[in-house]
């Protein structure tokens, strides 16, 4: 019924590691859609830390980040949603559950520095999911490394087939572009951070080629195809959008270089919303139904007003301003009378909303990640698992006088997915665990200003939680043994706490029959 308006969706998301261009190559594309008109327009939502800054300037600076979440523009007939992730390591998790949202994604890799750590942990989310991932080569004006290479390293660190539909001519000063093997194209550079590059058919064999980028580049060229042809099987789209094939494209962001051939080769095979699994059965899109689910929650940035936005993916059919939807958690109906979207930096209320879609719904607490809408079915969606904490602390109340609010505001940062709250089987205490250092300043500043309640952290030095499954004699011999160790997620999950790594292969060793999840979804 809705399948014109779903089949010219793209949603996803560009990753990388920090500094890599993701900001860069979003503002190019959004150049490109004429959702803004002069670079620089798109800030950086990269949290930049000094010696001196504290979480309230991180605060503004995210701030920043609400505005740029989701970055929707029509580009040829297509409406295209990109979703933007957090820079910031200590907000991994946000990202993480930002790439359940996506239908594909494009990793943009530092010419000069190959994969980097961010961008594998990225890629095993990807991995995880089967979503379909484009490679850009990036900052291919600089001096580089190898091609060859740097393809060499995506299969082995990514872990997927590459296959290259552009070259790179030489690089850094002697950069001259991109041969686009696609369509048999020689695209010149002209550095320049405004226009777009010329572009040129050329004969790969014609003596053209050696007059645009003279003989010596241009005999490279050949053999460098020839070498290209000869070990990489042609590029195939099935594989592709199975997520065992990734293209690779190469080019400059910042010079705005080789970013339209990326972007119409995304058009052409990137998917249109797809199926998603629920408990129940699997969605598909063009459902008359709607569906959706939350998969991140933003704090209002004034104090005095504890509303959120709850962003919720449209999973199937359409979205309807003031229609009652079920909220399959609460088991009740709720209204929502000013859902907006997001037009490249303007948020503004909206009326609809399709499969692939984004919406915000402002909320004051009846959300937490995860939480399925729906049209009246009982459906769950899946898919938001929560990473084994490496970082821990104990969270202790400072003002006796108010610990009812420490207890709910802890409960309400842990909705939001901020962190993650494990009670120790043991002792008792209350054990809070995050990817980032970063977060227990958000959860001790939010508690204050928020709630009014004062926390203090003690110490807790472990290496990882794991959720711990098993049956029998072995599992209440693991529980005897470890009875220090172990704690409850909030769901009452049993979650082992390691304290090193080496502890931890040891019990994996000595307990072959249990079974050691490293994700909450299992
Ligand atoms: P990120 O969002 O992935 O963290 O990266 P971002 O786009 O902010 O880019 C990081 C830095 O790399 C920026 O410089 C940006 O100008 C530069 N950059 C991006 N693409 C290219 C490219 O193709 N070639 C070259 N040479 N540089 C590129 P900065 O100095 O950190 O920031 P700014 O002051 O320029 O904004």
Redesign the pocket.
């Known amino acids: 019924m809705y399948s014109e308006e779903i089949r010219r969706r793209r949603t996803f998301a560009i990753v990388?590691?920090?500094?890599?261009?993701?900001?860069?190559?979003t503002e190019k594309l959004l150049l490109f859609g004429g959702a803004i008109h002069v670079a620089g327009a798109v800030k950086?939502n990269?949290i930049r830390r000094t010696a001196t800054s504290d979480w309230m300037d991180i605060e503004k600076q995210r701030g920043i980040s609400v505005a740029t979440s989701v970055m929707a523009f029509d580009y040829e007939g297509h409406k295209i949603n990109i979703l933007d992730t957090p820079?910031h390591q200590d907000f991994a998790e946000d990202t993480f559950r930002t790439l359940t949202a996506v239908d594909s994604v494009i990793i943009?890799i530092d010419a000069a520095k190959g994969v980097e750590a961010q961008t594998r942990r990225l890629m095993e989310v990807c991995r995880m999911r089967k979503t379909p991932v484009i490679v850009f080569v990036?900052?291919?004006?600089?001096e580089a490394k190898d091609p060859f290479d740097l393809l060499d390293e995506l299969e082995a660190e990514l872990q997927i087939h590459v296959r290259p539909l552009s070259w790179p001519i030489d690089m850094g000063i002697r950069f001259k572009g991109v041969y686009n093997i696609y369509e048999t194209r020689l695209d010149l550079y002209t550095p320049s951070k405004q226009y777009v590059t010329e572009s040129v058919p050329v004969e790969l064999n014609s003596g053209e080629l050696d007059t645009r980028i003279g003989e010596t580049d241009a005999a490279k060229l050949r053999k460098d195809l020839e070498l290209i042809e000869g070990v990489y099987p042609p590029f195939n789209e099935e594989a592709y959008l199975r997520g065992d094939l990734a293209p690779v494209f190469f080019?400059?962001?910042?010079?705005n270089?080789g970013v339209k051939e990326l972007l119409e080769c995304f058009l052409r095979i990137a998917p249109s919303p797809r199926p998603v699994q629920a408990v129940e059965r699997i969605v598909e899109p063009e459902e008359e139904a709607f569906s959706g689910f939350v998969f991140k929650i933003h704090a209002n940035m004034d104090p005095n007003h504890r509303s959120c936005i709850a962003f919720v993916k449209v999973c199937s059919g359409r979205f309807e301003r003031n229609a009652p939807y079920l909220h399959v958690r609460l088991g009740r109906t709720f209204r929502f009378s000013s859902p907006t979207a997001f037009m490249a930096q303007k948020k503004e209320i909206v009326d609809e909303a399709y499969a692939g879609d984004i919406v915000g719904l402002p909320d004051n607490g009846n959300f937490k990640i995860g939480d399925t809408l729906t049209g009246g079915e009982q459906l769950h969606f899946r898919g938001l698992p929560s990473f084994s904490p490496e970082m821990f602390k104990y969270i202790e109340n400072i003002d006796p006088m108010k610990s009812k609010q420490l207890a709910k505001g802890t409960e309400q940062l842990m909705d939001e997915g901020v962190a993650q709250l494990f009670v120790n089987r043991f002792n008792g205490r209350k054990l809070i665990g995050t990817v980032g250092q970063l977060q227990f300043e958000v959860i001790q500043y939010r508690l204050l200003h928020e709630y009014g309640a004062s926390c203090r952290w003690d110490a807790a030095n472990y290496y990882k939680a794991c959720w711990i499954e098993g049956e029998g004699a072995p599992l209440e011999d693991f529980c005897r043994r470890k009875a220090q160790y172990l704690a409850s997620d909030r769901d009452g999950r049993l979650v082992y706490l390691a304290d090193s790594a080496y502890v931890l292969t040891m019990a994996q060793h000595d307990f072959p029959k249990l079974r050691f999840h490293f994700t909450s979804e299992f």
Do not use: E, I, W, Y
Not at 251 to 255: C, E, H, P, Q, W
């Open positions: 990388s590691h920090p500094d890599a261009g993701k900001t860069t190559l950086s990269k820079g943009v990036n900052k291919m004006d600089r080019g400059s962001a910042l010079n270089f």
